[in-house]
């Protein structure tokens, strides 16, 4: 593979990250019209603990499985700035 290839690989895959975190912050923006609904905390922090586990479990014995947590920390930190606008 030539390096051009290989980024033409990652290229398309965040093409498709951008397309899902597009379809996750869309879920969550229901999500929170139906907490506000519902008179319900945005912040649930066993949710979060509970994504994070499912995380931990997909990704058990990665090289790079902290850095994966990282990522949907921020994620979740990004999702929750949205849902206060």
């Known amino acids: ?3 051009a290839e290989e980024r033409g690989k990652i290229d398309a895959i965040n093409h498709s990250l951008v397309d899902l975190l597009l379809q996750r912050f869309a879920a969550a923006d229901e ?7 519902e008179n319900l905390p945005i912040l649930n922090q066993n949710h979060e603990t509970e ?3 499912k995380i931990d479990a997909l990704t058990n014995d990665t090289a790079y499985a902290d850095y994966i947590k990282n990522i949907f920390i921020t994620i979740m ?3 929750k700035k949205s849902e206060d606008k």
Do not use: C
């Open 51 to 53: 994504v994070l586990a």
């Open 77 to 79: 930190d990004e999702t």
């Open 31 to 37: 999500i929170s019209r139906i907490k506000k609904a």
């Open 1 to 3: 593979m030539s390096l």
